[in-house]
């Protein structure tokens, strides 16, 4: 051998290849008024301008050789996936468990209330990285278990394939923090309409991207 190359990435035999794709940007919350519900949680619509994220998200992804799309039970999900599932001629499987955090009494809309007034609540759920500390809401412990399957359920569906999975903010930064080893809120901010990219082989996650945003507009 006269020359040696660098190492090029390849997802290990067995694995699933998963770029997990945060919901576009949803309606505003209005004071006083719930957001529609799905088994107790918040399920607005996508506003117009995560309408245009959705088809942004087909125009870089319909090249690609997908083999299935996920989403969750929420319709921001569905909405999000329905310009890609249409490129690419596939039906969307709904995993239950990849569903947004409970936020217990917030749920609804409340949520950004509260988060902009900066309740002493949502400060130490910040500061303790524990969304249990809202009222009625779902412990880190409980969300990070739940997501945890749900992925693990979708590779073991899926292995050597791709597999787009449309979900939310707080299940990416659920995702990567356990992929990482890292404390349950720092990948917390993913934008709307942004793909990450988690490998998946056996319980080993390895993170492969986070946040890629080039194919929306500025």
Known sequence: MNEARQH????????ADL????????????????????????????????????????????????????????QRTHQTAAPLAAHL????????????????????????????????????AKERQEWGEIPGAETTAGFHARVQAGLLRVAQAHADELVA??????????????????PAFTFMGADNGSISRLVVHGEQMVLRGFNDVSHLRA
């Open 8 to 15: 090029r990435f390849r997802p290990a035999k067995g694995a």
């Open 19 to 74: 770029l997990l794709i945060r919901h576009g940007e949803t309606q505003a919350a209005v004071r006083g008024e719930s957001f529609p519900m799905v088994e107790g949680q918040g399920n607005p619509a996508l506003h117009p301008d995560g309408e245009v994220q959705a088809v942004a998200i087909g125009e870089r992804l319909k090249g690609e050789a997908i083999d299935a799309i996920y989403v969750t039970t929420m």
């Open 89 to 124: 001629g596939l039906v969307p499987k709904v995993e239950r468990d990849l569903r947004e955090v409970f936020l217990g009494d917030w749920d609804g809309g409340e949520y950004r209330f509260r988060a902009a007034a900066r309740d002493p609540a949502f400060l130490r």
């Open 165 to 182: 999975v449309v979900v939310h903010g707080g299940v990416i930064a659920a995702a990567l923090a356990l992929a990482t080893n890292t």
